[in-house]
């Protein structure tokens, strides 16, 4: 995607964005449990510090020891809207170093790509709208109401920092939500919701040779997963491919057994445990479909009294969808058609960001960002250095689209 026409503003944020984001990819942020490097902190203080020298009002909250959010307020003095930017400084691990061509953490540009973790997801796009605002502030745009930069800790675990973000208050009032992701600038007004579930099936412990003297949680997990894939097939064919998100999905991941001590060839464990990874469409109620996996688990005790199950769910998020002439949709869109010249493209997240929560505390949110949308979290992670740039100008032209509106 190209900028339609160049011009003085455009060219001094495209260096500084470009410039900002080896910045922020040569600060590792990969959490990591017991390393007491492994968060967030360093790159959340090097923000802040941006932030703060910008002259925007910064806030620095730790949401748990180590891993703080960063929070920017520009306030115009007029009042109107409220529009909220979102862009997470953690990135997930690099993997096996050796497997990548550049340094993981190098931030190397080849080629016209910037590559390096979280380059695509999403520090590019964290770079991107803090030159944005800072870009209006340069050259004293008018606009009315206020912009929130919010910059958590977690989105890639349990997204602890949004979740404080919205507990805090910072959220309360907000009218409108641009979450920064690697979406190839496609106006992105759906993500596919998640659920996420421990399935723990218990046994009676054996030798494998006098396997009638035991019982094989192993066999019932079997059982339970066969009838969960019949399950999926029937919500697939219910709901059909969503025009956005694709299809529902019910995925187990993990299958451990024995959950506790070693596995041995000839001993039958006590217990089973399987994870499942649980992705909905806007059609979807969570409450109903919970419902029937248990109808599932009922069936299966009904056949066999010796099948013992507990389900713990372990994160639960609703669908979103976005309205096309909600006015933060209606913004980015305008933003894309101007800056561009092309039409954009309307389409969905496959999988959840920290911008659920907005939406689940009545925040209308779109999606949007520089970065081929398969890249996050491979080997070689790259974003072109000239997406970061018309993405800027996106996120510049949208704020000032929305803020001066006046569509509520």
Not at 25 to 49: C, F, M, W
Not at 61 to 73: H, Y
Request: glycine share 8%; net charge negative; proline share 5%.
């Amino acid at each position: 995607m190209k900028i339609k026409v160049e011009n003085e503003t455009y060219l001094r944020d495209r260096e500084v964005v470009i410039n900002l984001t080896k910045e922020l990819v040569r600060i590792p942020s990969v959490y990591r449990k017991n390393d007491p490097d492994g968060n967030e902190t360093k790159v959340a203080l090097y923000v802040a510090q941006y932030l703060k020298n910008q002259g925007i009002e910064t806030h620095i909250e730790e949401v748990v020891p180590g891993r703080p959010n960063v929070i920017g307020i520009i306030d115009s003095g007029k009042p109107g809207k409220t529009l909220l930017f979102e862009g997470h400084t953690d990135v997930v691990t690099e993997g096996n170093k050796d497997a990548w061509t550049y340094d993981p953490f190098g931030a190397e540009v080849v080629d016209g790509r910037m590559y390096g973790r979280g380059t695509n997801d999403t520090k590019g796009n964290l770079a991107c709208m803090i030159t944005a605002v800072n870009s209006l502030l340069l050259d004293k745009e008018e606009f009315t109401g206020k912009i929130i930069l919010c910059i958590p800790c977690d989105e890639e675990g349990l997204m602890l920092g949004i979740k404080h973000f919205i507990k805090q208050g910072w959220a309360d009032g907000v009218d409108g939500a641009i979450i920064c992701e690697p979406q190839e600038n496609n106006v992105s007004i759906a993500q596919r919701g998640a659920m996420r579930i421990q399935v723990d099936v218990y046994g009676k412990m054996a030798h494998g040779a006098i396997s009638w003297s035991g019982i094989n949680p192993n066999w019932r997990m079997a059982r339970f997963i066969v009838e969960l894939e019949k399950l999926e097939k029937e919500e697939q064919a219910r709901l059909g491919e969503d025009p956005y998100l694709k299809w529902p999905s019910i995925t187990p991941t993990i299958l451990q057994a024995p959950v506790k001590g070693d596995a041995q060839i000839n001993v039958i464990p006590d217990h089973c445990m399987m994870t499942l990874d649980i992705r909905t469409v806007p059609d979807q109620n969570h409450e109903e479909l919970l419902n029937k996996i248990y109808n599932i688990i009922n069936r299966l005790k009904e056949d066999d009294p010796d099948f013992k199950v507990d389900l713990t769910i372990l994160d639960n998020r609703p669908s979103t969808y976005t309205h096309k002439n909600d006015p933060v949709v209606q913004a980015i869109y305008d933003a894309v058609q101007s800056v561009t010249g092309d039409e954009p493209i309307y389409n969905g997240v496959p999988g959840a960001t920290d911008g659920t929560f907005l939406h689940m505390h009545g925040i209308p949110i779109v999606t949007i960002g520089a970065g081929d949308r398969e890249i996050p979290h491979q080997i070689n992670e790259y974003v072109d250095i000239e997406e970061l740039a018309v993405t800027t100008a996106i996120f510049r032209e949208a704020a000032l689209r929305f803020l001066n509106s006046e569509e509520k």
